[in-house]
């Protein structure tokens, strides 16, 4: 009789990225990959449905993130996609294919990783820095430590104060051209907090033993976290600097007034 392992989570369109020649290996073991994608879908919806106004999800992915389509999100969700073109265009050829479908009640955009200017494309496409967002990060290609501050940046300047930030990191991020003696965790707390984050990073074991799973013992080079923004962001920042323009400006005329 066939052992039946009850799955993480269902994804129902990931088979038309997998080769049919290609054969499914069952395992009692579960592999870190899937324990993460499994905790960043709690956390994405257990704090979209908790937290006030939270509308805004910001992917960034290889191209072949399936959460836009197997998610239940909220009616009138703002979903943006930040990947590699090429592979973003081929994946949802293949999607479309197997009939995946984002919910109507939702608005669902692409943006090109090679965009010029990010900031700029977000805020076009209706992203608003003075309300709550998400970010998750999975997948995106990273070529050295320089694109990942890069894009840091970007979240850091977008995200209003409480908005969270997750997913995972490739290790050698924490390793490029440090010590024996380095704590990847001192690293990563100084880079997330210059930005005005406070991160926590995430046990792959204890994950596991959350879901009551048994993780593989194979290698995985990978940081899972979550950072949670400490700081205004830009919009947030140029809100209260007209306000405060204008609370001085009414306060010139009123002296005016009494001279």
């Known amino acids: 009789m066939p052992l039946f392992i009850e799955p993480l989570f269902v994804d129902p369109y990931a088979g038309c990225f997998v080769s049919t020649d290609n054969e ?3 395992k009692k073991q579960t592999h870190h990959y899937c324990l993460a994608t499994k905790y960043i879908d709690d956390k994405l919806l257990h704090t979209i449905h908790r937290m006030d106004g939270l ?3 910001v992917l960034l992915t290889d191209g072949m993130d399936t959460r836009p389509y197997r998610l239940n999100w909220p009616s009138s969700t703002l979903i943006f996609d930040i990947s590699p073109d090429e592979l973003y265009k081929k994946a949802a050829e293949k999607l479309e294919g197997v009939g995946a479908k984002i919910s109507r009640s939702c608005l669902f955009y692409h943006i090109p990783l090679v965009s010029s200017n990010l900031q700029q494309v977000l805020h076009t496409q209706g992203f608003n820095g003075s309300r709550p967002s998400i970010w998750v990060i999975q997948g995106l290609p990273l070529i050295n430590v320089t694109s990942f501050k890069d894009i840091l940046f970007v979240v ?4 209003m104060n409480g908005s969270l930030f997750l997913g995972e990191l490739p290790g ?3 390793e490029t051209g ?5 704590d990847s965790g001192k690293w990563m707390d100084k880079l997330f907090m210059s930005n005005g984050f406070r991160v926590n990073i995430i046990s792959y074991d204890e994950v596991a033993r959350n879901f009551g799973k048994q993780l593989t013992s194979e290698e995985y080079s990978k940081i ?3 950072a949670e923004q ?3 962001s830009d919009a947030q920042m140029e809100t209260w600097r007209r306000e405060f323009q204008r609370v001085e400006e009414e306060g010139d005329e009123e002296g005016f007034e009494e001279l």
Not at 156 to 159: F, L
Not at 178 to 182: K, Q, S
């Open 156 to 159: 850091s300047s977008m995200a």
């Open 230 to 232: 400490l700081r205004f």
């Open 24 to 26: 499914v290996d069952m």
């Open 172 to 174: 050698w991020l924490a």
């Open 224 to 226: 899972l976290f979550v």
């Open 178 to 182: 440090i010590g024996r003696n380095f």
């Open 55 to 57: 509308k805004q999800i």
